[in-house]
């Protein structure tokens, strides 16, 4: 339901000949903190660029009287719109299409604000267009005190420079990644076709690429793919991703281009349709609790190296402007730029101005980095490599080392493979994946973690042999991020890198990083060493592979000062197994390591243990720790609910394997002479499974095939399906609607 706002009634009888006719609503009349209160405007009026011939300013009064502003934006039209598609080839004589979304009537705009003071609120419009006609108007809303306590936005914690806590106080700590996005079908969503772990592809494009080596994980076959956004975003979250990263202009749709000609009446040409994408791209990624990390401008140019450019620097104004106003209340983190240099002046114009319109006050990061300059709140370097395994948490910990003396929080905005497009030549295998990837991940992540550096993966994932950098993602690597963000979570927000001493024959074998707070302590143990490399005979190198074996540590003294009497627990990074627990005395304890080949952790808390499935009983209580029905011992992937078989050993899950038997040819399990992978509807619901919308959030299960509250239970099953904090039931007797997280019964 829409909440009509009357015009401000300051005309008397008859409104005067420079009133506009102008229709606006509220999306509702009560909501929690931090949801998202947003005004519509409908107006007929003719515009050349209706992105930019209106204005509109909002002020809003707080219950304790506080007055933010933002500013409203186009939308688009209140009529469905139908592209127009051009289809050609291109240079290479393969087949592409484009896109003209027509609008029209052009006749909507909105603005948004996520207030988080809970009490009654009142706010004034004005809608102002070129010729100087204007409409006022205003209203008010009401929020409320939530059954749930909302954990509020990401902030720089204050008592460490270096790391993240919700507004609640609790600790965030951050994993990202991002993929490409586009609307490759030309239908109005870029969330409808996602990619995930794909096999090496079948084509060759003419064999310009060699031949993978022999064996499963490298066999040609075909993919699963599309992915709709729900089942991408859905089994990222649930593995612990917890931050997304999107620009435009960075292997993304544009959104907008800036116009450099002087002459030019309006700054940029925005892509309404586009903007509406990264609309529901960022609603998608909020509704499955993971932030979004927002850059403004990506890789285009705007005037980069011409701050003293007036003209051109008030249209970088205006692309900002409009940046905040139409997604701050979905974003927790700010980017200027990506990959690109600008001039300190271009900074000293852009960083204030963006901090003056933000009425959140989220920090602002640029890439490249520049840690250097005042206002700039978080260093976002880049990483790709393919350091040797036995280094790569060397190399976390050198980057942090590096990267942290600025004191400002290190967030990795891109992290990945590299190492250069003549690695694809000799064994035909792509960059952003290799049998040794995964462990290198889960390495990077937990030494990254122990120094209090965050990275965001670029993710490949549509085809093992993809690209030559960035990393493929698949049920193992997710499993690994679980397994930390598991542990990590039972951490408090008040850890700090704390000295970790070892002792016995093998210690200089081991490098070990340790977190203490006056509560809690972690140690990460990683065996930098490796036994078959070893044996090498003098003076020859030998390149350490994945398969090798390391040998195995025993007898490892780890001593830790403990802040207070705990329990303690060794922990697998693996698979997030608890292998042994034991009473740990305050002060300073040497504890021996149980054997380990890799890495092993150790958390000493007074608190709960892990416990993955969040079913009450910590992992090493627990047969079944993803309560996917299949035990542990029996589970290719133990930590993800959707996958328990591997068949052919490709490390692609069988439930999203489309050649579970590796023989290069798709699957037809249902015996219905269609491949599997291009059934539009696989549980038969009527539902299809991507590439249009709505989409079938669980394209497996014909019983559900929506998820309206991103927590992971279909709609049919969940008794909270909006998750406001009020059962289905409850909503029905009080006649509000169960599926509107802004519809709920009055307390």
Request: hydrophobic letters at 35%; proline letters at 8%; charged letters at 25%.
């Amino acid at each position: 339901m829409r909440w009509p706002i009357a015009l401000a009634a300051a005309f008397g009888g008859l409104a005067p000949a420079w009133a506009l006719e102008v229709k606006a609503t509220q999306n509702t009349p009560r909501l929690m903190p931090y949801q998202v209160f947003e005004l519509t405007f409908q107006h007929e009026g003719k515009y050349s660029d209706p992105n930019w011939e209106v204005t509109i300013e909002v002020e809003f009064i707080s219950p304790s009287g506080k007055k933010p502003k933002v500013g409203g934006f186009f939308y688009g039209s209140s009529k469905p719109q139908k592209p127009i598609i051009r289809e050609f080839k291109d240079g290479k004589g393969r087949a592409r299409s484009e896109a003209t979304w027509p609008c029209d009537p052009a006749d909507t705009w909105k603005a948004r604000y996520a207030p988080s003071e809970v009490g009654d609120w009142a706010f004034e419009w004005t809608f102002r267009n070129a010729q100087g006609e204007s409409a006022k108007g205003g209203g008010s809303f009401k929020v409320v005190t939530p059954r749930v306590q909302p954990r509020g936005w990401v902030r720089i914690n204050p008592a460490n420079p270096f790391t993240f806590i919700h507004e609640d106080g609790g600790p965030f700590w951050p994993i990202g990644t991002q993929d490409g996005v586009f609307d490759g079908n030309h239908n109005g969503s870029a969330m409808d076709q996602k990619s995930m772990e794909g096999p090496f592809r079948l084509e060759t494009h003419g064999g310009e690429r060699p031949a993978p080596p022999p064996g499963a994980m490298f066999a040609r076959g075909p993919s699963m793919n599309p992915q709709n956004g729900d089942v991408y975003f859905g089994r990222h979250a649930r593995a612990g991703f917890n931050l997304w990263r999107f620009s435009p202009h960075n292997f993304s749709i544009p959104v907008f281009d800036i116009h450099y000609d002087a002459k030019a009446a309006t700054p940029a040409r925005i892509r309404w349709e586009q903007a509406a994408m990264v609309d529901e791209m960022l609603q998608l990624t909020m509704k499955h609790g993971i932030r979004n990390f927002y850059g403004i401008f990506g890789f285009a140019r705007v005037f980069n190296d011409q701050p003293e450019d007036e003209q051109g620097m008030a249209k970088v104004k205006a692309l900002i402007k409009y940046s905040v106003d139409r997604w701050g209340a979905y974003v927790d983190f700010w980017e200027l730029l990506n990959e690109q240099k600008a001039a300190d002046g271009w900074y000293a114009i852009t960083i204030p101005y963006l901090k003056s319109i933000d009425p959140y006050h989220k920090p602002v990061a640029t890439s490249w980095e520049r840690p250097d300059l005042a206002g700039i709140d978080i260093s976002a370097p880049h990483w790709y490599g393919r350091e040797d395994e036995l280094a790569s948490d060397q190399a976390s910990a050198g980057n942090a080392r590096n990267h942290k003396r600025h004191g400002k929080p290190v967030v990795y905005g891109e992290q990945g493979n590299g190492g250069g497009k003549p690695e694809l030549i000799p064994q035909g295998i792509g960059g952003v994946w290799d049998p040794g990837s995964a462990r290198r991940m889960r390495v990077r992540l937990w030494s990254a973690f122990f120094n209090q550096i965050s990275f965001i993966f670029w993710e490949t994932s549509y085809a093992k042999d993809g690209h030559h950098m960035n990393i493929w993602i698949g049920p193992e690597e997710r499993q690994y991020t679980k397994a930390l963000q598991d542990f990590s979570y039972c951490l408090d927000a008040g850890v700090k890198p704390a000295p970790i001493q070892l002792a016995g024959p093998q210690a200089k074998d081991v490098r070990a990083y340790g977190l203490r707070s006056d509560q809690r302590a972690g140690v990460y143990l990683h065996h930098g060493a490796c036994a078959q490399c070893a044996q090498t005979p003098a003076g020859q190198h030998r390149h350490h592979t994945w398969d090798h074996d390391r040998g195995e540590v025993k007898n490892l003294g780890v001593t830790v000062d403990v802040p207070q009497a705990a329990k303690g627990y060794w922990y697998s990074p693996t698979d997030a197994a608890i292998l042994a627990r034991f009473d740990a005395a305050a002060g300073k304890q040497t504890f021996t390591a149980p054997p380990f080949k890799i890495d092993l952790a150790l958390l000493i808390t007074g608190a709960a243990p892990p416990d993955s499935d969040g079913d009450g009983k910590p992992n090493d209580q627990d047969e079944d720790d993803d309560n996917d029905g299949t035990p542990d011992a029996k589970d290719a992937f133990p930590l993800e609910r959707e996958e328990w078989a591997d068949v052919d050993q490709d490390r692609i899950g069988d439930s999203m394997d489309a050649d579970i038997d590796g023989d290069g040819k798709a699957d037809d399990l249902n015996k219905n002479g269609i491949p599997d992978n291009e059934e539009l509807d696989w549980d038969g619901d009527g539902v299809p499974n991507a590439s249009v919308t709505p989409w079938d959030a669980f394209p497996r299960d014909p019983k559900e095939w929506r998820d309206t509250d991103g927590d992971g239970i279909g709609d049919n099953a969940d008794p909270d399906a909006d998750g406001d904090g009020y059962s289905n039931e409850e909503e029905k007797k009080a006649g509000t609607d169960p599926l509107n997280p802004l519809s709920f019964p009055e307390r």
